[in-house]
């Protein structure tokens, strides 16, 4: 099993920046992607960036592209959404999400961190 846990939420002005993290453990060596998700008032949950733990491989949604940036550290099992220009449709629950190697669904999810983009 894995457990991820998100830190970094918040309540920002419009334009301001966030940076939010997720901290893998257990049998992280499992792991092959990491995502964070974002769930809006009365929304659905949708992917907003994600990146495989090893490879360049990056997937970023087109509402954030130029404005999020998702990372790792060197080992790996830290990853990080910069969010810089933030604006009110931003706003939500951002999950980190996790997915085993060879896995076609996201198994491990984070408990949620609040952002919300007052303007």
């Known amino acids: 099993q894995v457990q991820l846990a998100e830190s970094g939420g918040g309540l920002v002005q419009a334009g301001d920046s966030l940076r939010l993290s997720c901290a893998a453990s257990?049998?992280?060596?499992?792991?092959?992607?990491m995502g964070w998700f974002r769930q809006a008032p009365g929304k659905e949950r949708d992917l907003v960036a994600s990146?495989?733990?090893?490879?360049?491989?990056?997937y970023y949604r087109d509402s954030v592209k130029g404005r999020f940036t998702i990372s790792r550290d060197n080992g790996g099992n830290t990853v990080y959404l910069q969010m810089n220009s933030l604006t009110p449709e931003d706003t939500g629950v951002y999950y980190c999400?996790?997915?085993?190697?060879?896995?076609?669904?996201?198994?491990?999810w984070g408990q949620g961190t609040q952002v919300t983009v007052s303007s």
């Open positions: 999400a996790g997915q085993s190697v060879g896995s076609l669904r996201w198994e491990y």
């Open positions: 257990g049998r992280t060596a499992s792991l092959d992607y």
């Open positions: 990146l495989r733990r090893r490879t360049t491989d990056i």
